[in-house]
């Protein structure tokens, strides 16, 4: 399978360079593997995450994205390595899809309601934060795709998180409407200081929201900022020469960065990166 190709446009970005911490990240994998049966589905995986900072890990379908997520989230057991955590860590996961039955009345306000510990007033503040106050009353089975994600979204931000586990955030999102969720994305990682786990099958879709990519087919094939990795030969291989010939380049201008205490660091002249 290859990444949908379009034209990129030139996209200005917000905080998108910043030293890592790499001492004491939230969360680290070491050597993680998982074997189900006889079949080895992810295999020896090193990855940290930082505060603040938004990964995105691509491949193609089978490449086990999502049983590394769902091992992270100990949903899975690791066949062998380890999971790491800071302690007290407060995880927010967007599934890729959600099934309800249909004949089941249940609107979006009594949706969120049923995460544990939300308010009213909890409900109400994320549903703007992602846009979506407006389907509050609506029938869950009644909103569209983008609503839905959204919603999907804002159910992840009930827990208040440090870290964002998004899986296939955009399923089912027309081509505008990605853009503006991805963007949405970013500014919640800079409104709340979270570290960010998107998963993708697209680099594309995710090339100007980013900050570190890992490209995987059950181990890490090529990891780095997504210029780097749409040039390196391991994702030519794993996508094909063609997954590149429609992607333009961006050019991220930071006009600020975080120190390691997540706090905002202005520079005198703004930098950019293409």
């Not at 911490?21 to 930082?50: M, Y």
């Not at 296939?168 to 990605?178: F, M, N, T």
Request: with cysteine.
């Amino acid at each position: 399978m290859r990444p949908l190709k379009f034209l990129a446009c030139v996209s200005v970005a917000r905080a998108k360079s910043r030293p890592m911490n790499t001492i004491d990240p939230i969360l680290r994998l070491e050597k993680l593997c998982v074997t189900i049966g006889r079949k080895s589905i992810i295999e020896n995986i090193n990855l940290n995450l930082e505060r603040g900072e938004i990964v995105s890990l691509i491949g193609p379908n089978g490449a086990g994205k999502t049983t590394l997520v769902r091992t992270i989230l100990g949903l899975l057991k690791p066949s062998s390595g380890r999971i790491k955590k800071r302690s007290g860590l407060r995880i927010g996961y967007m599934p890729q899809r959600l099934h309800l039955e249909k004949t089941i009345p249940l609107t979006v306000q009594r949706f969120l309601k049923m995460t544990k510990h939300s308010s009213n007033d909890d409900i109400t503040n994320v549903l703007q934060k992602v846009g979506a106050e407006h389907t509050s009353q609506r029938p869950m089975q009644g909103v569209s795709g983008g609503e839905l994600q959204r919603i999907l979204l804002a159910r992840a931000l009930l827990r208040k998180p440090q870290l964002l586990v998004l899986d296939e955030p955009a399923q089912g999102v027309d081509i505008s409407g990605q853009a503006e969720l991805y963007r949405l994305i970013s500014d919640l990682r800079d409104e709340l200081n979270c570290a960010v786990l998107m998963v993708s099958h697209d680099l594309h879709l995710v090339m100007s929201s980013t900050d570190r990519v890992i490209c995987m087919n059950r181990h890490i094939c090529c990891s780095g900022h997504p210029e780097h990795v749409s040039n390196d030969p391991a994702y030519h291989e794993l996508f094909g020469l063609e997954a590149t010939e429609g992607l333009a380049l961006y050019a991220h201008h930071h006009d600020h960065h975080h120190d390691q205490d997540g706090n905002v660091v202005h520079l005198k002249e703004p930098c950019s990166h293409g």
